[in-house]
């Protein structure tokens, strides 16, 4: 078995952009962390079950300071003359020769195909490259060390200003998002007949497979009195006419930056006019809610906004046991009963993105440009809720966004998909969708 083997192509491929992009953000860390030594580690596959794993996904801050998913693979940044010096630790290739090759399933390239190795990632990354094994005892990570969680935090919060090249993942995540809203949609009529929510859902995850990476977060497809649970990933209820249809879905590209969309639909074209209430509450929340995101506002104001708009919209229908504005003191609350969640969120590697910086550089600071937030309210009156009259229970809305803070306000990213009723329907019926996926496997 250890020989007769010819050359391999183990080039280590990466997609365009990504090294420079790294190669900044480390620059970055180097300076907001001068004198220390950062170690920080991809991570391993977790264990499904038994001898079987889930699909590997690398550490957010790994693949921020190298561009690369290496499962395995720790980046070392140790202090040197007011900067740092980086070098990466990957493990070696179960090749031809060794034991692995053809005994370890995990590892082996007979088993999972041909690995990169130290020489080749060092070609892709421009950086040194060495085999796990050569890294010091002293610097294998622990996670739970009050240093690795300083660094957490200081990753978080650089990771909050986005740069060009990250602009442009979003971007595209975004744009490959609303395909897949468009590649749903034409399999409404399958899931009607028989499919089912997890038709849809699977529609979605085949696509952002396709085009990205995956889907960037569990595909949520809520229909009739599914849409008011805000998750609602188990998607194994039937989809029928007459209900609404709550689709929050992302594409993580293969750079793994992730969009986070939602929108909701009438699966009959055509929203009720109950449906189409609650709705126009929601789009006059989220008009708000965009209208206060730019450069120098408090973060918090959106979610403000946004509240704002719907407790005057739920007391106008009678809902609330109290004045607007005892709702709306921070004792009150009493709208929350039917949005328990925030109304946005920093978007990036990952969904809810940089959630470990500390509370006063999130949730207390200003927005910046470079920024990239969700911007979703919605309004959940669950089927059970005895609080709501009949023709309001099982009823979920919610409108998710993607928006850059620009220089001088706000870029909405997603806004190839309409947010009132009407376009909503329009969309639907395919009068203004996409054409079919831009961009296939390769
Ligand atoms: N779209 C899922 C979430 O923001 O939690
Ligand atoms: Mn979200």
């Known amino acids: ?9 183990r080039t280590a491929r990466l997609e365009p952009g990504a090294a420079d992009a790294a190669a900044g953000h480390r620059a970055r ?4 962390l001068t004198g220390a030594t950062v170690v ?6 977790p264990i499904r079950s038994n001898d079987t794993t889930y699909d590997f996904r690398a550490d957010s801050d790994f693949v921020w300071l190298t561009g690369a998913a290496i499962e395995g693979a720790v980046l070392v940044l140790s202090p040197a003359a007011g900067t740092h010096d980086a070098t990466l630790y990957v493990p070696a290739p179960q090749r031809a020769g060794t034991t692995g090759f053809f005994a370890d399933p995990m590892h082996g390239e007979l088993w999972v195909g041909a690995v990169p190795g130290p020489s080749d990632w060092s070609a ?12 010091p005892d002293a610097l294998v990570p622990n996670d739970r060390s009050e240093a690795a969680q300083t660094h957490r935090r200081v990753l978080a919060e650089l990771r909050m200003i986005k740069d060009g090249w990250e602009v442009e993942q979003l971007s595209r995540a975004v744009e490959d998002t609303v395909d897949g809203f468009a590649a749903v949609l034409a399999e409404l009529p399958a899931a009607v007949a028989g499919g089912g929510e997890r038709w849809l859902q699977g529609t979605f995850d085949r696509h952002a497979r396709t085009v990205g990476n995956g889907p960037g977060y569990a595909t949520i497809v ?6 008011p649970t805000l998750h609602w990933v188990r998607c194994d209820g039937p989809v029928v006419e007459g209900a609404l249809l709550l689709l929050d879905m ?9 969009a986070d969309v939602t929108r909701t639909f009438p699966v009959s074209g055509t929203f009720t006019e109950t449906q189409r209430l609650v709705h126009d509450l929601v789009e006059r929340s989220h008009r708000a809610a965009l209208a206060a995101v730019g450069p120098g506002r408090d973060y918090t104001g959106f979610h403000h906004a946004a509240m704002e708009v719907l407790a005057r919209g739920l007391s106008d229908w009678g809902l609330l046991p109290v004045s607007v504005d005892e709702a709306l003191s ?3 609350q009493h709208h929350r009963r039917w949005i328990v969640c925030g109304v946005g969120h920093h978007l990036g590697l990952d969904v809810h993105d940089c959630a470990q910086s500390p509370p006063d550089r999130y949730l207390g600071a200003a927005m910046e440009p470079g920024m990239v937030l969700t911007v979703e309210p919605g309004l959940y009156f669950q089927a059970h809720d005895e609080l709501v009259p009949p023709e309001l229970r099982g009823l979920g809305v919610r409108i998710e966004d993607d928006v850059l803070v620009s220089a001088t306000g706000a ?4 806004d190839a998909l309409p947010i009132d009723a009407p376009g909503l329907e329009a969309w639907l019926s395919g009068a203004s969708r996409p054409g079919p996926v831009r961009r296939g496997a390769g």
Request: proline share 8%; net charge negative.
């Open 330 to 332: 921070p004792a009150g």
């Open 1 to 9: 078995m250890a020989t007769g083997w010819g050359p391999q192509d």
């Open 124 to 135: 892709a990354l421009g950086l040194p490259v060495r085999p796990v094994q050569d890294l």
């Open 40 to 45: 920080v580690a991809a991570g391993h596959a």
């Open 222 to 227: 809520g229909s009739g009195v599914h849409a």
């Open 411 to 414: 870029q909405v990213l997603s």
């Open 250 to 258: 992302g594409v993580e590209e293969r750079t793994l930056y992730t």
């Open 29 to 32: 860390l180097s300076a907001a």
